[in-house]
């Protein structure tokens, strides 16, 4: 491969017989597909699509529980001229319908499960102008009245083969549209550094609708040929080391929260997960302390942290395992194809300056779908404006400080909540922490730390917490409070709910002053 192919070669080529999926469910119940079969019924479900004459780069909504089907049903709306719209199983019903009349659809694709809840949006006269199929059906369900749409308010560009939604945990996901070239350049890259082969297994166990899911490992491992595990996600880690060590896998992908609990844990051990050769952590930034006694934990495993985001197709940048103990706190350095670039005031910055991490490379996504100003804002001539903000230190590799949408002003300086995190969470005995501020008279805001304290253990105190952040953090960054809590507020992907983290403290500061 060198990223000029289609998805629909991809596909094709990908047709063995003696490499495929094994579905682990939750039952403790497993099932062999090859990619062979696989294949075959992408192409059933294709023809019958055609036969609908679906207009050409039709949108069809995938709404599935992350089995085989789910796969092959993404495969099929690729290999009808259409355009998969991948949708989280976990999406709520009302975020669902809302995503239906933004993206218009002209075909959906429902698990039997969620089958009652379209039916029943029809009992209440909710407008279904789309196909809805269940599944792999034969063809559209009957007795649920529907009418495709005869006019779109917006039709994407012809190079668009999928589109994804974003992962912010605040308003309205946005559409991000990426070719065939944004998503096959991103695999070569990945499978460059990854060095992943025929002889890997791949444990998927991420949701479907993530971009990272689908290229990183789904794609990926197709285009490499190993072999996959399916899962349908875990309830805790230890779930997860389990499913590796039945299934003997040898790649896995995960977050930091998936990991971070581990880490604190002594009820594991690095023979469980003996067969495991490389983890990816992507998703966000493994602190360096952590990331470092994880390495030691598991001294046969190549630990490779790498960065990301949906509109980059996702991988952007990796740090090489060579370099984990020397440069631990890094993000790494460009994929093959991908240039780096730290923007300040509109123009370059120079080595060890911060300023916008910006991205340029085949993987830069074509545009947010239906939104032109969005599009031109993040689109400049300088590249991918990522929203991250970081430096280039002298070797070339990356180091990320925070994101400009989190920033926070505390006495004239501009604080970033990800660096002093990534203190707290360096303390012995602290599994979470968080950092938000409140508003403040004299400072602007004041930071407030929010520590889940490992009840395994003696509870950490304020004092101690403290002290640490005294050696460790300049005044402006140190909280001046802290707050003990059970968890932190999560999105579904793991990610620090931010938008419910401040809530939080707000309530409880007005809690405090009653």
């Not at 004041?446 to 953090?473: F, G, M, N, Q």
């Amino acid at each position: 491969m060198n990223g000029t192919g289609t998805l629909r070669e991809l596909f094709q080529r990908a047709r063995r017989h003696d490499r495929g999926i094994t579905y682990a469910a939750r039952s403790g119940e497993s099932d062999w597909t090859s990619y062979a079969e696989l294949g075959n019924r992408m192409d059933l479900l294709a023809e019958r699509l055609k036969q609908e004459q679906l207009r050409p780069n039709f949108i069809g909504a995938v709404w599935m529980a992350p089995t085989p089907e789910c796969l092959a049903v993404i495969g099929a709306v690729i290999l009808a001229g259409g355009i998969p719209l991948p949708i989280h199983s976990y999406m709520p019903e009302q975020d669902m319908l809302r995503l239906i009349r933004k993206f218009e659809p002209e075909a959906v694709f429902v698990s039997e499960e969620k089958l009652p809840i379209l039916a029943e949006w029809n009992i209440q006269g909710e407008e279904l102008p789309f196909y809805l199929y269940g599944g792999m059906a034969s063809g559209p369900i009957a007795g649920i009245s529907a009418a495709p749409r005869p006019v779109r308010r917006y039709t994407p560009p012809e190079a668009v083969r999928m589109i994804f939604l974003s992962s912010g945990s605040t308003g309205e996901p946005k559409g991000i549209m990426l070719s065939d070239h944004n998503m096959l350049s991103n695999v070569d890259a990945i499978l460059d550094y990854t060095t992943l082969c025929d002889e890997d297994i791949v444990l998927l166990s991420k949701s479907l609708g993530y971009c990272s899911t689908i290229v990183g490992e789904w794609f990926a491992a197709m285009a490499s040929g190993a072999n996959l595990v399916l899962s349908g996600g875990f309830v805790h880690p230890f779930e997860m080391i389990q499913c590796v060590r039945t299934n003997k896998v040898t790649f896995l992908c995960t977050v930091p929260s998936a990991i971070l609990p581990l880490i604190h844990s002594a009820k594991w051990a690095a023979e469980d997960l003996l067969t495991l050769r490389q983890l990816l952590i992507v998703g966000g930034p493994m602190p360096d302390v952590m990331l470092l006694r994880l390495a030691d934990r598991l001294p046969h495993v190549r630990l490779t942290p790498s960065y990301g985001l949906t509109e980059a197709s996702p991988r952007v940048s990796y740090l090489p395992y060579t370099q984990l103990r020397t440069k631990p706190q890094s993000a790494g350095i460009p994929i093959n194809g991908v240039e780096l670039a730290i923007v300040q005031d509109g123009r370059e910055a120079a080595t060890g300056q911060s300023g916008e991490v910006v991205v340029r490379g085949p993987n830069v996504m074509i545009g947010y779908y239906d939104d032109p100003d969005r599009t031109r804002e993040i689109l400049g001539p300088l590249g991918l404006h990522t929203r991250d903000t970081g430096y280039l230190d002298e070797d070339g590799y990356l180091h990320l400080t925070g994101r400009t949408d989190n920033a926070l002003l505390v006495g004239g300086h501009t604080i970033y909540p990800e660096a002093v995190e990534s203190v707290l969470l360096s303390f012995p005995g602290v599994p979470d922490a968080a950092v938000s501020a409140v508003e403040d008279l004299q400072w602007g805001h004041r930071l407030i730390a929010v520590v889940v304290s490992d009840v395994s253990t003696e509870p950490v105190k304020s004092p101690e917490l403290h002290a640490w952040c005294v050696k460790r953090l300049s005044p402006a960054l140190r909280p001046r409070e802290f707050r003990f809590v059970t968890a932190l507020p999560r999105t579904a992907s793991g990610k620090l709910d931010r938008k419910a983290l401040k809530s939080m403290v707000k309530e409880e500061e007005h809690v405090h002053r009653a």
